[in-house]
C-alpha cells in the first residue's frame, strides 16, 4: 500500500483560505485516483472531493463546491486541494487517500495518510 503525507492545516479565521498538499513518502501518486476526505469528532469520514488519474476529471461534495480546487501535478508527484472561503463547519481532520477511481465514497480507497487538521475559528 502507498505511504500517504498530508500537509497544510492549520488553523484560519473563518473566510480564509488555506492549501493542502498529499505526497507519496515512498510511490508515486500518479497511477492513482486521489481523494481527499475529512472526519469532524463525532461524525463519519465524508468525501470532500477527488481527481482522476490523468487529473482530467474532478468532483466534489455539495458542501464545497465554488470553495475548494483539486488539483494534482504529476511532475511534483503531489496533490493538492485549494480551500477559500472557508468556515467554521469545515473544521475536521483532512485526509487523503489513493484509489482506483474518482470517486466520493471512502470504500474505493485503499491507501490513506494520517490525516492534517483543518481549525477555522475567530
Known amino acids: 500500500q502507498l505511504q500517504l503525507v498530508e500537509s497544510g492545516g492549520e488553523l484560519v479565521q473563518p473566510g480564509g483560505s488555506l492549501r493542502l498538499s498529499c505526497a507519496a513518502s515512498e510511490f508515486t501518486l500518479g497511477y492513482s485516483a486521489i481523494g481527499w476526505f475529512r472526519q469532524a469528532p463525532g461524525k463519519e469520514r465524508e468525501g470532500v472531493s477527488c481527481?482522476?488519474?490523468?487529473?482530467?476529471?474532478?468532483a466534489y461534495a455539495d458542501s464545497v463546491k465554488g470553495r475548494f480546487t483539486i488539483s494534482r501535478d504529476n511532475a511534483k508527484d503531489t496533490v493538492y486541494l485549494e480551500m477559500k472561503s472557508l468556515k467554521p463547519e469545515d473544521t475536521a481532520t483532512y485526509y487523503c487517500?489513493?484509489?482506483?477511481?474518482?470517486?466520493?465514497?471512502?470504500?474505493?480507497?485503499?491507501?490513506w495518510g494520517q490525516g492534517t487538521q483543518v481549525t477555522v475559528s475567530s
Open positions: 481527481i482522476s488519474v490523468s487529473g482530467g476529471s474532478s
Open positions: 487517500a489513493a484509489g482506483g477511481a474518482c470517486l466520493l465514497s471512502p470504500n474505493y480507497f485503499g491507501s
